[in-house]
């Protein structure tokens, strides 16, 4: 059973960056979209974006210019780093597993999640 | 970015209800979509993909339809452990979107 786990700061002041790191547990590294989402009362749920074992990494737009994803291999975790941050990224964010079956494509395995509060 | 639109936002049924979620494209996406469950406090879980294809485990009251830009998530008979919030999410393209999300409450 392949469980993500995932850490990184919850408190952060303006112009900071957050960073998260996510440990994939009991599978496969490869062969999937490691990928990073946020959720927020009201904006909902926000695709952050994704990468893959090789290090393929493919961004949402709207956040590209401030969002790095990372993986490495040799531990099978991959991270996320968001630079300047703002009370607009207060969100939980999570670690999800893409997975592609053929054309379609779903998350199906998620992490616990975690809360990060941007506040001066 | 493909907007995808759910309703209603909010739903009261009781158990047995027959219970229908719709969702709508804001573009044509084939059956890219796929439908989630999340309970309070929990991670959404994935329920249906590609539009109608239950995924594994899934229980068969769940049935999802639809392509191009309508589609719809059915359960056949609410029992007490579906109340909790929908969403829907499109696959067609990166950045993938989802729905603001259903909340379906007991009556």
């Known amino acids: 059973q392949v469980q993500l786990q995932q850490w990184g700061a919850g408190l952060l002041k303006p112009s900071e960056t957050l960073s998260l790191t996510c440990a994939v547990d009991g599978g496969s590294f490869s062969g999937y979209y490691w990928t990073w989402l946020r959720q927020t009362p009201g904006k909902g749920l926000e695709w952050i974006g994704e990468i893959t074992h090789s290090g393929s990494a493919t961004y949402n737009p709207s956040l590209r210019s401030r969002v790095t994803i990372s993986v490495d291999t040799s531990k099978n975790q991959f991270s996320l780093k968001v630079t300047a941050v703002t009370a607009a990224d207060t969100a939980v964010y999570s670690c999800?597993?893409?997975?592609?079956?053929?054309?379609?494509?779903?998350?199906?395995?998620w992490g616990n999640g975690t809360t990060v509060t941007v506040s001066s | 970015d493909i907007q995808m639109t759910q309703s209603p936002s909010s739903l009261s049924a009781s158990v047995g209800d027959r219970v229908t979620i719709t969702c709508r494209a804001s573009?044509?996406?084939?059956?890219?979509l796929n439908w989630y469950q999340q309970k309070p406090g929990k991670a959404p879980k994935i329920l249906i993909y590609?539009?109608?294809t239950l995924h594994s485990g899934g229980p068969s009251r769940f049935s999802g339809s639809g392509s191009g830009t309508d589609f719809t998530l059915t359960i056949s008979s609410l029992q007490p452990e579906d109340f909790a919030t929908y969403f829907c999410?499109?696959?067609?393209?990166?950045?993938?979107?989802f729905g603001q999300g259903t909340k379906v409450e007991i009556k």
């Open positions: 590609a539009a109608s």
């Open positions: 999410q499109q696959s067609y393209r990166t950045p993938y979107t």
């Open positions: 999800v597993r893409g997975v592609r079956e053929g054309y379609y494509y779903y998350m199906d395995v």
């Open positions: 573009e044509r996406i084939s059956t890219y």
